[in-house]
């Protein structure tokens, strides 16, 4: 009996060790905390990594949003081969596809956020094989003005898109100078280009 276990943990050690036993797992991976003012849109980022080759035909993608509140947890989005709309509720038009399945993107955008949709909410893929592996989530909160923080990104983003127009520009003007200034060279050193000195014909 014992050597017949150990011929069987034999076998299975070595069929994990060939890749014939693997365990599959998927792995998904989201923004965490997201601000978003109320009445603008939001992108709920979530991304896959699965170790199996992405079968679009197979791969489901399947949101929840549980409120802040608390409360039961409602499904509000569904993919497969398509993606499919919530028909009723609070998210009823409100939520649209931004994924790309090749792309590994199972993201969502949320459509004039409203504060009853201050929330977690859940991001789960399955790619057979791999139908195994921790959710996503988000945790959503709809302000009434943008925080100090966005603000601040805000201020950056435009002040460095201006800091590179103006760097181009300098560089623009710089460029047609030195052009002027070679030009203008040129046309100086051909008018003082000396004469050639005429022979005296008295001269013997």
Request: charged letters at 25%; a positive charge; aromatic letters at 8%.
């Amino acid at each position: 009996m014992c050597v017949k276990g150990l011929n069987i943990i034999a076998v299975l050690f070595g069929l994990a060790a060939s890749g014939v036993l693997q365990v599959s797992g998927m792995r998904v991976y989201t923004s965490g905390d997201v601000e978003a003012v109320n009445g603008t849109d939001v992108r709920l980022k979530c991304t896959f990594d699965s170790s199996a080759k992405i079968n679009p035909e197979l791969v489901i993608v399947s949101w929840t949003f549980k409120p802040l509140s608390g409360g039961r947890v409602d499904s509000i989005f569904h993919y497969q081969q398509k993606p499919y709309l919530p028909p009723d509720g609070i998210f009823k038009k409100r939520v649209h596809w931004a994924g790309d399945i090749m792309g590994s993107d199972a993201s969502i955008i949320l459509r004039e956020v409203k504060f009853i949709y201050n929330g977690t909410y859940t991001c789960q893929v399955t790619n057979p094989p791999d139908v195994h592996g921790p959710v996503g989530e988000i945790r959503l909160r709809v302000v009434k003005t943008a925080s100090f923080n966005e603000l601040l990104y805000l201020v950056l983003a435009i002040g460095g898109g201006i800091a590179a127009v103006v760097f181009c520009l300098i560089v623009i003007v710089s460029c047609r100078r030195c052009k002027r200034k070679h030009r203008q060279r040129q046309l100086e050193g051909d008018e003082e280009v000396p004469r050639k000195e005429r022979k005296d014909p008295t001269a013997w």
